[in-house]
């Protein structure tokens, strides 16, 4: 699929009806998480977003609120740098939610300059991956409750930047790389679907990895023009990804690619969307999803032994294990 065949969330949610589906999407506020809630919830669903504060929750249901007369919003506070406000949130969301047919775990950050969680993790390792990880695993039991559900995690093809820096993925002694970390993270989000998917994909709970395309929100507002021409230099000389590992599946046929083009949101959100309700991926999981189809992901970032690895350390860094 070229750039210019790009799918908005309006065409992929053509004719499909969500009515009594719970969804439940991270960072839904602002960028491609509020118009993933807006499309979705225009089609019917039962949308449930975080937000950091009180305040941007109250203005994003407001908007939501306004763009879809009728729908069904609602949020909860989370932090997703403290996992006291992860298992703060999710208890109340147990609480407050029968079940969750499908969590989008799309709130992330971006290139940030050197910094810390509230836990000590290195931000955007602890951000994108740890407190998703925590955060995903405390709600499996709603996500079994409404078996066969979806888990979707916000990936990026700036995966390719790095794999896992398994001596010291929180940069306690290695000078810190903005770059570098953020494709850590990016890596540890797919990583975290294939683990999900071997785990759980037999009791009907299946996992996706995807990479949204460059799409212009304020998510890039640390990065400066050095960091763009180092993004794409590092995404021309990567090695060529391995071959789709599933092609059988619908959709594999979309040609490496996507590219550093900025795209909107509704554009942006709609493998997100896909991803949630496409039927041509039912019963499948653990793949790595752009532009609204099967993509490559580096070999390391879809290899089952890391993710396996990274399961474990991660159930190490956060004190908590998910049998």
């Not at 908005?8 to 993933?36: A, M, N, P, Q, R």
């Not at 949130?89 to 709130?107: H, M, S, T």
């Not at 995903?136 to 896992?164: F, K």
Request: contains cysteine; aromatic residues 6%.
């Amino acid at each position: 699929m070229s750039n210019t065949e790009q799918k908005t969330t309006t065409e992929v949610l053509e004719g499909v009806d969500l009515t009594g589906e719970v969804i439940l999407i991270t960072g839904g506020s602002t960028g491609i998480g509020f118009e993933t809630a807006r499309a979705l919830g225009a089609a019917g669903a039962s949308i449930m977003i975080t937000a950091r504060t009180e305040e941007k929750g109250d203005d994003a249901i407001t908007r939501l609120a306004g763009l879809v007369p009728g729908g069904d919003f609602s949020y909860e506070v989370l932090e997703l740098g403290s996992l006291d406000s992860v298992r703060a949130c999710a208890a109340d969301l147990r609480r407050r939610l029968p079940r969750i047919d499908v969590l989008i775990a799309n709130a992330g950050i971006m290139a940030v300059p050197f910094d810390r969680t509230d836990d000590g993790f290195e931000l955007q390792f602890g951000t994108n991956h740890l407190g998703h990880f925590l955060f995903v695993g405390l709600l499996l039991p709603s996500l079994l409750l409404a078996s066969p559900s979806r888990i979707v995690l916000l990936s990026s093809m700036g995966h390719g930047m790095s794999d896992i820096q398994w001596d010291d993925p929180n940069y306690l002694t290695t000078d810190y790389s903005k770059m570098e970390a953020y494709g850590q993270s990016k890596t540890a989000n797919i990583l975290h679907a294939i683990e999900l998917e071997r785990r759980f994909g037999p009791q009907g709970i299946h996992a996706y990895a995807v990479h949204p395309g460059m799409v212009a929100t304020d998510l890039g507002r640390h990065f400066t023009a050095d960091d763009f021409a180092d993004i794409a230099a590092r995404a021309a000389a990567a090695e060529k990804p391995s071959e789709p590992r599933n092609n059988d599946d619908p959709g594999v046929s979309r040609p490496k690619g996507g590219g550093l083009k900025l795209v909107n949101t509704d554009v942006g959100a709609a493998t997100s969307v896909w991803a949630a309700v496409a039927p041509e991926l039912e019963g499948t999981g653990g793949l790595y999803l752009a532009d609204c189809a099967i993509d490559t992901a580096m070999p390391y970032a879809v290899d089952p032994d890391a993710a396996a690895r990274l399961w474990s350390m991660s159930e190490e860094l956060v004190g908590e294990r998910f049998a």
